[in-house]
């Protein structure tokens, strides 16, 4: 999957890298994420690590004293909605961005417990960092991929999603990357249509009562309790807002049950070409995030979550 001419990981001095870093189980990530947080920590480089709490304690203890000069952030906070990923490496890039300084990072927001649907999210981000990043300061962005417990879909995914790949000590340029060009053709593709028959409503302007008592019936029978079916009608709610003002005033709201959750999909004719919408705070001064920012997920007991889409939003609930 990757060209021959494998070389040990150079860095541009005006670009931004993202590598991938496939290891097999514990030692592997150890070395190969350690390798490159000593190797900032020399060059006095700024590093964020944004990972699951269990590795975030690995790598301190293994860095011992050392680690004080890391930042570390739990990737089940910061990637809970994986379109929230970007924004994050968006301030820590201002934060360290200016007069030229090289900085790094480590972010590995897939593992095997991610759902399908967040597995989906996660892909799409990585593919579009390249998109955001482009131009932007010299840093550097590895993300770490277990190939013992992921599929082999997912690293072949990890391949077409980065310019570089890190393997066995050796870095090289990836043949199946696809290219930023690539970006914005993913949002081109339908989401795929729910199982069995959903429950479905048409709504306009002067229906969104009827939405938030569509929405209340369906998740009182399913079972939900008063606090998560006011998050429920709360985000569906945004969401059917935002059909009416930015939409074509007009959408239809489905609701169906999968695996444990409650999925909630408002369609409309709107149509937004930034691959980033949903990605970036809005402008104070500015327009706004047409209603993409707000979150379009809750958060459960389990976890589950389902972020931002383009042209389609669902919300996601277990």
């Given at each position: 999957m990757m060209r021959t001419t494998a070389i040990d990981a150079p860095r541009s001095s005006e670009a931004f890298r993202h590598e991938a870093l496939l290891y097999a189980g514990q030692g592997d990530f150890l070395e190969g994420t350690l390798s490159f947080i000593r190797d900032g920590i020399s060059a006095q480089e700024p590093i964020l690590a944004v990972l699951n709490s269990p590795k975030i304690e690995m790598l301190r203890s293994e860095l011992g004293g050392d680690a004080d000069s890391v930042?570390?952030?739990?990737?089940?906070?910061?990637?809970?909605?994986?379109?929230?990923?970007?924004?994050?490496?968006?301030?820590?890039?201002?934060?360290?961005?200016?007069?030229?300084?090289?900085?790094?990072?480590?972010?590995?927001?897939?593992?095997?417990?991610?759902?399908?649907?967040?597995?989906?999210?996660?892909?799409?981000?990585?593919?579009?960092?390249?998109?955001?990043?482009?131009?932007?300061?010299?840093?550097?962005?590895?993300?770490?991929?277990?190939?013992?417990?992921?599929?082999?879909s997912v690293i072949e995914e990890a391949h077409r999603n980065h310019p570089f790949v890190l393997s066995g000590g050796l870095a090289a340029e990836s043949a199946l990357y696809r290219g930023?060009?690539?970006?914005?053709?993913?949002?081109?593709?339908?989401?795929?249509?729910?199982?069995?028959?959903?429950?479905?409503?048409?709504?306009?302007?002067?229906?969104?009562?009827?939405?938030?008592?569509?929405?209340?019936?369906?998740?009182?029978?399913?079972?939900?309790?008063?606090?998560?079916?006011?998050?429920?009608?709360?985000?569906?709610?945004?969401?059917?807002?935002?059909?009416?003002?930015?939409?074509?005033?007009r959408g239809v709201l489905r609701m169906w049950q999968v695996e444990g959750a409650m999925i909630c999909e408002v369609r409309d004719e709107g149509r937004i070409g930034d691959p980033l919408v949903g990605r970036r705070h809005p402008s104070p001064d500015g327009e706004g995030g047409f209603g993409l920012w707000r979150e379009s997920s809750v958060r459960s007991g389990s976890g589950q979550v389902l972020p931002d889409r383009l042209r389609r939003a669902r919300s996601h609930v277990a």
């Open positions: 930042r570390f952030a739990d990737m089940a906070l910061v990637g809970h909605n994986p379109a929230r990923i970007i924004p994050a490496w968006r301030e820590f890039v201002t934060e360290h961005g200016a007069g030229g300084r090289r900085f790094r990072g480590i972010g590995e927001p897939i593992w095997p417990a991610r759902s399908p649907e967040e597995l989906v999210e996660c892909e799409r981000h990585e593919a579009l960092l390249n998109f955001a990043f482009a131009g932007a300061p010299t840093w550097w962005l590895l993300c770490p991929y277990d190939t013992e417990s992921l599929e082999s930023l060009a690539a970006v914005e053709e993913a949002f081109d593709h339908p989401l795929p249509e729910p199982p069995g028959r959903p429950e479905e409503m048409t709504f306009r302007s002067a229906d969104l009562d009827a939405v938030r008592t569509f929405v209340s019936g369906l998740a009182a029978a399913t079972g939900f309790d008063t606090g998560r079916t006011g998050d429920l009608i709360l985000a569906v709610n945004e969401l059917a807002t935002n059909s009416l003002r930015h939409g074509g005033g």
